[in-house]
Protein backbone atom coordinates (compact mmCIF):
# COMPACT_ATOMS: atom_id res chain seq x y z
CA UNK A 1 0.00 0.00 0.00
CA UNK A 2 1.26 3.20 -0.72
CA UNK A 3 1.30 6.75 1.58
CA UNK A 4 -1.73 8.66 0.93
CA UNK A 5 -2.25 11.23 -1.88
CA UNK A 6 -4.39 13.78 -0.50
CA UNK A 7 -6.73 14.18 2.41
CA UNK A 8 -9.26 16.55 3.19
CA UNK A 9 -12.29 16.63 5.96
CA UNK A 10 -14.24 19.65 7.52
CA UNK A 11 -16.85 20.43 10.08
CA UNK A 12 -19.13 23.44 8.82
CA UNK A 13 -21.97 25.27 10.00
CA UNK A 14 -25.15 26.21 8.22
CA UNK A 15 -27.72 28.58 9.06
CA UNK A 16 -30.27 27.82 6.22
CA UNK A 17 -32.82 30.65 5.26
CA UNK A 18 -35.16 28.59 4.11
CA UNK A 19 -38.15 28.73 6.02
CA UNK A 20 -37.56 32.09 6.31
CA UNK A 21 -37.82 32.47 2.26
CA UNK A 22 -40.90 29.85 2.05
CA UNK A 23 -43.14 29.65 5.44
CA UNK A 24 -45.83 28.46 3.57
CA UNK A 25 -44.10 25.51 1.89
CA UNK A 26 -40.78 25.12 4.79
CA UNK A 27 -42.36 25.78 8.25
CA UNK A 28 -40.74 22.67 9.38
CA UNK A 29 -37.43 23.11 7.77
CA UNK A 30 -34.15 22.59 10.25
CA UNK A 31 -32.50 26.41 10.99
CA UNK A 32 -29.20 24.82 11.65
CA UNK A 33 -27.40 22.04 9.89
CA UNK A 34 -23.77 20.85 10.85
CA UNK A 35 -21.82 18.40 8.16
CA UNK A 36 -19.27 16.29 8.71
CA UNK A 37 -17.19 15.85 5.10
CA UNK A 38 -14.35 13.84 4.29
CA UNK A 39 -12.08 12.86 1.22
CA UNK A 40 -9.63 10.13 1.27
CA UNK A 41 -7.12 9.74 -2.14
CA UNK A 42 -5.32 6.54 -2.13
CA UNK A 43 -3.84 4.51 -5.27
CA UNK A 44 -6.94 2.36 -5.55
CA UNK A 45 -9.01 5.52 -5.57
CA UNK A 46 -11.07 7.48 -3.07
CA UNK A 47 -13.54 7.41 0.15
CA UNK A 48 -15.93 10.12 0.18
CA UNK A 49 -18.26 10.85 3.10
CA UNK A 50 -20.81 13.60 4.31
CA UNK A 51 -22.78 13.29 7.50
CA UNK A 52 -25.56 16.29 7.81
CA UNK A 53 -27.50 16.54 11.67
CA UNK A 54 -30.30 18.74 11.65
CA UNK A 55 -30.34 20.61 14.81
CA UNK A 56 -33.43 22.59 17.01
CA UNK A 57 -32.76 24.47 19.98
CA UNK A 58 -33.76 21.37 22.66
CA UNK A 59 -31.77 18.47 20.39
CA UNK A 60 -30.83 17.00 17.09
CA UNK A 61 -34.11 16.47 14.62
CA UNK A 62 -32.48 14.10 12.09
CA UNK A 63 -29.01 12.95 10.31
CA UNK A 64 -28.64 11.90 6.47
CA UNK A 65 -25.14 10.23 5.06
CA UNK A 66 -23.79 9.57 1.96
CA UNK A 67 -20.66 6.80 1.85
CA UNK A 68 -18.86 6.48 -1.14
CA UNK A 69 -15.85 3.83 -2.57
CA UNK A 70 -14.73 4.57 -6.14
CA UNK A 71 -12.01 2.02 -7.78
CA UNK A 72 -9.57 3.29 -10.91
CA UNK A 73 -9.90 0.79 -13.26
CA UNK A 74 -6.10 0.89 -13.78
CA UNK A 75 -3.27 3.61 -12.32
CA UNK A 76 -3.78 6.17 -14.76
CA UNK A 77 -7.26 5.74 -15.79
CA UNK A 78 -9.93 8.53 -15.87
CA UNK A 79 -12.21 5.53 -15.33
CA UNK A 80 -13.44 4.40 -11.57
CA UNK A 81 -16.17 1.69 -10.39
CA UNK A 82 -18.35 4.23 -8.39
CA UNK A 83 -20.28 2.05 -5.11
CA UNK A 84 -22.44 4.60 -2.43
CA UNK A 85 -24.92 4.37 0.03
CA UNK A 86 -27.34 6.78 0.96
CA UNK A 87 -29.36 7.23 4.08
CA UNK A 88 -30.38 8.44 7.63
CA UNK A 89 -33.33 8.93 9.93
CA UNK A 90 -35.13 12.04 11.84
CA UNK A 91 -37.92 11.92 14.70
CA UNK A 92 -41.31 12.09 12.34
CA UNK A 93 -39.35 9.77 9.69
CA UNK A 94 -36.55 7.75 7.97
CA UNK A 95 -35.10 8.75 4.32
CA UNK A 96 -35.21 6.29 2.05
CA UNK A 97 -32.33 4.11 1.71
CA UNK A 98 -30.51 3.85 -1.12
CA UNK A 99 -27.59 2.12 -3.04
CA UNK A 100 -25.58 3.28 -6.19
CA UNK A 101 -23.46 1.41 -8.75
CA UNK A 102 -22.22 2.65 -11.92
CA UNK A 103 -19.16 4.32 -13.45
CA UNK A 104 -17.22 7.72 -12.66
CA UNK A 105 -15.01 9.65 -14.62
CA UNK A 106 -12.94 12.06 -12.85
CA UNK A 107 -10.41 14.45 -13.55
CA UNK A 108 -8.14 17.27 -11.71
CA UNK A 109 -5.34 19.82 -11.81
CA UNK A 110 -1.51 18.63 -10.91
CA UNK A 111 -2.25 20.67 -7.42
CA UNK A 112 -5.78 19.18 -7.08
CA UNK A 113 -6.95 23.32 -7.69
CA UNK A 114 -9.30 22.01 -9.70
CA UNK A 115 -11.21 18.47 -9.95
CA UNK A 116 -14.45 17.69 -12.16
CA UNK A 117 -16.07 14.55 -12.17
CA UNK A 118 -18.91 12.50 -13.77
CA UNK A 119 -21.06 9.82 -12.65
CA UNK A 120 -23.82 7.54 -14.17
CA UNK A 121 -25.15 5.00 -12.19
CA UNK A 122 -27.89 2.54 -11.04
CA UNK A 123 -29.91 3.27 -8.12
CA UNK A 124 -31.98 1.13 -6.22
CA UNK A 125 -34.17 1.94 -3.56
CA UNK A 126 -35.22 0.18 -0.56
CA UNK A 127 -38.14 -0.17 1.60
CA UNK A 128 -37.35 2.07 4.56
CA UNK A 129 -40.51 3.08 6.71
CA UNK A 130 -44.43 2.40 6.17
CA UNK A 131 -45.35 3.81 2.85
CA UNK A 132 -41.88 3.61 0.74
CA UNK A 133 -41.47 0.30 -1.49
CA UNK A 134 -38.60 -0.76 -3.56
CA UNK A 135 -38.02 0.51 -6.49
CA UNK A 136 -35.13 0.90 -10.00
CA UNK A 137 -33.79 4.32 -10.67
CA UNK A 138 -30.80 5.54 -12.36
CA UNK A 139 -28.49 9.01 -11.45
CA UNK A 140 -26.54 11.10 -13.60
CA UNK A 141 -23.77 13.49 -11.02
CA UNK A 142 -21.26 16.11 -11.47
CA UNK A 143 -19.17 17.20 -9.58
CA UNK A 144 -16.84 19.91 -9.19
CA UNK A 145 -14.23 22.09 -6.95
CA UNK A 146 -12.49 24.98 -8.07
CA UNK A 147 -9.70 27.93 -6.97
CA UNK A 148 -9.43 31.21 -6.94
CA UNK A 149 -7.25 34.36 -6.41
CA UNK A 150 -4.60 32.44 -5.09
CA UNK A 151 -6.59 29.91 -2.97
CA UNK A 152 -8.65 32.43 -1.44
CA UNK A 153 -11.71 31.86 -2.86
CA UNK A 154 -13.19 27.92 -3.37
CA UNK A 155 -16.39 27.36 -5.21
CA UNK A 156 -17.59 23.76 -4.92
CA UNK A 157 -20.50 21.54 -5.85
CA UNK A 158 -22.24 18.97 -7.19
CA UNK A 159 -25.65 18.30 -9.07
CA UNK A 160 -28.09 15.69 -9.02
CA UNK A 161 -30.34 14.44 -11.59
CA UNK A 162 -32.21 11.07 -11.34
CA UNK A 163 -35.72 9.26 -10.98
CA UNK A 164 -38.33 9.60 -7.78
CA UNK A 165 -41.21 8.51 -7.86
CA UNK A 166 -44.68 10.24 -6.71
CA UNK A 167 -46.32 9.10 -2.99
CA UNK A 168 -49.41 9.30 -4.64
CA UNK A 169 -49.59 7.23 -7.51
CA UNK A 170 -45.96 5.67 -8.13
CA UNK A 171 -45.78 7.54 -11.45
CA UNK A 172 -41.75 8.72 -12.11
CA UNK A 173 -40.64 11.92 -11.90
CA UNK A 174 -37.46 13.90 -12.60
CA UNK A 175 -35.73 15.18 -8.90
CA UNK A 176 -33.44 17.32 -9.37
CA UNK A 177 -30.63 18.35 -6.55
CA UNK A 178 -27.61 20.84 -6.62
CA UNK A 179 -25.97 22.43 -3.78
CA UNK A 180 -22.89 24.98 -5.07
CA UNK A 181 -21.12 26.05 -2.38
CA UNK A 182 -19.11 29.62 -2.21
CA UNK A 183 -15.97 29.44 0.50
CA UNK A 184 -13.68 32.76 1.37
CA UNK A 185 -10.73 31.03 3.37
CA UNK A 186 -8.96 33.15 6.26
CA UNK A 187 -5.83 31.35 6.30
CA UNK A 188 -4.84 33.38 2.91
CA UNK A 189 -4.61 36.08 4.98
CA UNK A 190 -1.81 37.64 5.91
CA UNK A 191 -0.79 35.92 9.25
CA UNK A 192 -3.47 33.71 9.64
CA UNK A 193 -1.92 30.71 8.10
CA UNK A 194 -3.03 28.17 10.24
CA UNK A 195 -6.35 29.55 10.77
CA UNK A 196 -8.13 27.46 8.70
CA UNK A 197 -11.98 29.02 8.94
CA UNK A 198 -14.14 29.84 5.78
CA UNK A 199 -16.81 31.88 5.46
CA UNK A 200 -19.39 31.25 2.75
CA UNK A 201 -22.43 29.86 1.50
CA UNK A 202 -24.49 27.00 0.47
CA UNK A 203 -27.43 27.39 -1.94
CA UNK A 204 -29.73 24.38 -2.44
CA UNK A 205 -31.25 24.14 -5.53
CA UNK A 206 -33.92 21.63 -6.58
CA UNK A 207 -37.14 20.47 -8.24
CA UNK A 208 -39.08 17.90 -6.90
CA UNK A 209 -36.76 17.00 -3.93
CA UNK A 210 -38.86 19.17 -0.83
CA UNK A 211 -41.48 17.76 0.67
CA UNK A 212 -44.27 20.10 0.46
CA UNK A 213 -48.10 19.66 1.11
CA UNK A 214 -49.40 23.36 1.00
CA UNK A 215 -49.28 23.73 -2.73
CA UNK A 216 -48.32 22.69 -5.76
CA UNK A 217 -44.65 24.44 -5.62
CA UNK A 218 -42.14 21.85 -6.62
CA UNK A 219 -39.30 24.26 -7.39
CA UNK A 220 -36.79 25.58 -4.29
CA UNK A 221 -33.94 27.65 -3.96
CA UNK A 222 -32.10 27.42 -0.22
CA UNK A 223 -29.37 30.02 0.95
CA UNK A 224 -27.16 29.35 4.10
CA UNK A 225 -24.96 31.19 5.86
CA UNK A 226 -21.93 29.08 6.62
CA UNK A 227 -18.54 29.04 8.74
CA UNK A 228 -16.18 26.03 8.06
CA UNK A 229 -13.38 24.47 10.03
CA UNK A 230 -10.75 22.23 7.57
CA UNK A 231 -8.29 19.97 9.24
Do not use: C
Amino acid sequence: MSAMVMQAQSIQLHYDLGRNLYPTEEPNRPKVTVTLEGLDIDRWGLWYYFVDIDNSRKYSEAFYTELTREIKLGSTSPISVHLEYNGGTSKSMSYQQAALLGAAWNGNTADYSKTWGVQLLYKHFFKSYSGTHPYASAQLTGIWGMNFLNNAIRFSGFIDFWRGENAANGHGKLVVLSEPQLWYNLNTIPGLKDFNLSIGTEVEISNNFVFNEANDKTFFINPTLALKWSF
